[in-house]
């Protein structure tokens, strides 16, 4: 009863904003928008669906080759079959909870090819049913945060990010309903995990991890965080079906949850000093809610986190 009044309470304080109904009142402001992305490289992850398929197919048309990295090989070809220049959209076929493979990706013949100007960190799962990869961790923490920062480390790591790059990371409007944590974000009991939880926990790491980005690459790339608004996505069909029904006729489409990456990589705004996340081509602050900001944890303890996390695997 107390999760499904909060959820109410949450859902009434931004659908006005979250929904299409902010979209489009904010989109009555924009310029008009014609980016060429022509000779950029670009690195997309989960890019055969939703949001990730929209990002992917938008910036082969707007002259962009593209590293399209997913796990399914069917829906790779089928991303490539759609594409506006087949020939400039390039499948990458990684199981993206496994860091086994991730850490291989540095290496593979397409992405050491040229530098890449863009990397868009999108895959992400909201699971209602617990579950643990291969290598043992809770499969949505493998997929949301932890495989977010071994990728980009590892390509930092291997010289395949261009130094005047940018790395953009997509959160979650759900990133506001959680404070910083750690251990609770890798979740192996399965009566004690939440999906909805653990899903607004990573998210929340994702926005702090941007900013330690910022703070040790100086520029070289840059790092952005976004959100993309609530979208009619096949994640948000499967994991929160009553949501869905309820809000279904404001949902966003694919493409407006995809509008403030191609805004931001075309744009390069400054990393902001006082931190915040994107949503339609407006910086927002981090916190709507005071108690999120009361977190043990610093941005530094979460990256020790990771990283001891990342070399227990290795």
């Not at 949450?10 to 299409?20: D, E, G, M, P």
């Not at 949301?144 to 990728?151: A, K, M, T």
Request: hydrophobic residues 40%; proline residues 5%.
């Amino acid at each position: 009863m107390l999760r499904s009044l909060a959820s109410l309470v949450f859902y009434a304080r931004f659908v006005r904003t979250f929904s299409a109904l902010g979209y489009r009142r904010a989109a009555r402001q924009w310029q008009e928008f014609q980016p060429d992305f022509s000779g950029q490289t670009w690195l997309i992850t989960g890019a055969t669906g939703g949001i990730g398929r929209a990002i992917a197919l938008a910036a082969n048309q707007y002259g962009a080759r593209v590293l399209a990295v997913a796990r399914s090989e069917d829906k790779l070809a089928a991303l490539k079959k759609d594409a506006s220049t087949p020939k400039r959209l390039v499948p990458v076929q990684t199981d993206l909870a496994l860091m086994a493979g991730i850490r291989r990706l540095p290496q593979a013949r397409a992405v050491t090819t040229r530098p890449i100007d863009v990397v868009v960190n999108n895959v992400g799962v909201l699971l209602n049913e617990h579950s643990l990869t291969e290598e043992g961790l809770e499969t949505s923490f493998a997929t949301n945060i932890l495989g977010y920062f071994v990728l980009t480390e590892a390509l930092k790591d291997a010289g395949c990010l261009a130094d005047d790059g940018i790395v953009i990371n997509v959160s979650s409007g759900g990133m506001y309903g959680s404070p910083l944590k750690l251990e609770p974000m890798n979740c192996l009991d399965p009566k004690s995990f939440d999906g909805m939880n653990a899903y607004a926990m990573h998210k929340r790491a994702m926005v702090e991890l941007t900013r330690w980005w910022n703070q040790q690459w100086q520029g070289q790339p840059v790092a952005q965080v976004m959100h993309p608004g609530w979208v009619d996505t096949e994640g948000v069909q499967t994991s929160l079906p009553g949501f869905r029904r309820t809000l279904k006729k404001v949902l966003r489409n694919a493409e407006q949850g995809a509008d403030t990456v191609l805004w931001l990589a075309d744009q390069r705004p400054e990393p902001p000093a006082d931190g915040g996340i994107w949503l339609d081509r407006s910086l927002q602050p981090e916190h709507e809610f005071s108690w999120t900001r009361r977190s043990s944890p610093t941005t530094d303890d979460l990256v020790e986190y990771l990283t001891a996390m990342d070399q227990k695997l290795c």
